[in-house]
């Protein structure tokens, strides 16, 4: 009897039920999902580090789940296993690690003192990163867009938001705890950096970075690349406070890069 009711499979497109099984998935489709839930895993795991107030290993795992995310990416368009399904997935996967996951942490490690301004702040913090992501995906299919701005995202990714958003964090971790008088300044600073990510200033984009060096830069590459994981393992948050500060800094740099090739290409 027909229900009226179309098929639940939208591969099946009229064929028997028993075929539907042999549809196959490349493992070169499946390797880059992998490792972005690796690093959802370690997103929703820094929150419940956070929550058992081991904050040391909340940073670090936000910092883990923030390299998976550079790798996934790189690793789906090297093996052209890239699709719309990964592309969800991997947005889906930023909200958490880089909304979500930071607010609270901020919130737990010291803006809750100030109750509801300081989850304001944290609420803040999250929809910014939600609405950055959105519009990136939105700008994912303008074909309009300029091939030169790939150089360039609009306001501030949502990954190298939270790692600088947890800036006080860091300092509070080199010496500098979380006290009342300081406090206010910090839920000032998280909203100002939520408001940098929704924001259109453009900042520079790693995604063009590292496709192809020179021969004569493999090796220095190598070198500074070691170089910078040994500072980070050896003087952890002093690295990644002097990472956020040069940052902050290169964002108005960027800017008058931007302006200056658009200058260029309307000439």
Do not use: C
Not at 25 to 46: D, M
Not at 86 to 109: C, R, Y
């Amino acid at each position: 009897m027909d229900t009226g009711f179309q098929p639940l499979d939208p591969y099946n497109n009229g064929q028997k039920k028993g075929h539907r099984f042999k549809k196959r998935i490349s493992y070169r489709v499946i390797a880059p999902n992998l490792v972005t839930l690796l690093g959802l895993a370690a997103g929703l795991s820094a929150i419940r580090m956070a929550i058992e107030d081991r904050m040391e290993m909340a940073v670090i795992l936000i910092l883990v789940a923030a390299v998976l995310d550079g790798l996934d990416g790189r690793l789906a368009r090297f093996l052209k296993g890239t699709s719309k399904f990964g592309a969800e997935l991997d947005s889906l996967t930023d909200f958490v690690n880089f909304g979500v996951a930071p607010a609270i942490m901020l919130f737990l490690w010291g803006l809750n003192d100030f109750r509801s301004l300081g989850w304001i702040a944290s609420l803040i913090f999250a929809i910014s990163a939600a609405i950055r992501l959105a519009r990136f995906n939105a700008a994912l299919d303008d074909p309009e867009k300029p091939l030169w701005h790939q150089r360039f995202f609009t306001g501030v990714p949502a990954p190298a938001g939270a790692l600088i958003g947890m800036l006080p964090i860091y300092l509070s971790f080199l010496g500098l705890g979380a006290n009342y008088i300081t406090q206010l300044p910090v839920i000032l600073y998280i909203v100002f950096i939520g408001l940098l990510m929704v924001s259109n200033l453009p900042t520079y984009s790693g995604k063009t970075i590292g496709r192809s060096v020179p021969v004569e830069w493999a090796v220095p590459i190598i070198i500074i690349s070691v170089l910078l994981v040994a500072l980070l393992v050896t003087y952890t948050w002093w690295f990644l406070t002097l990472g956020a500060l040069i940052y902050l800094f290169i964002i108005p740099l960027s800017w008058r890069s931007f302006y200056r090739l658009r200058k260029a290409r309307a000439a």
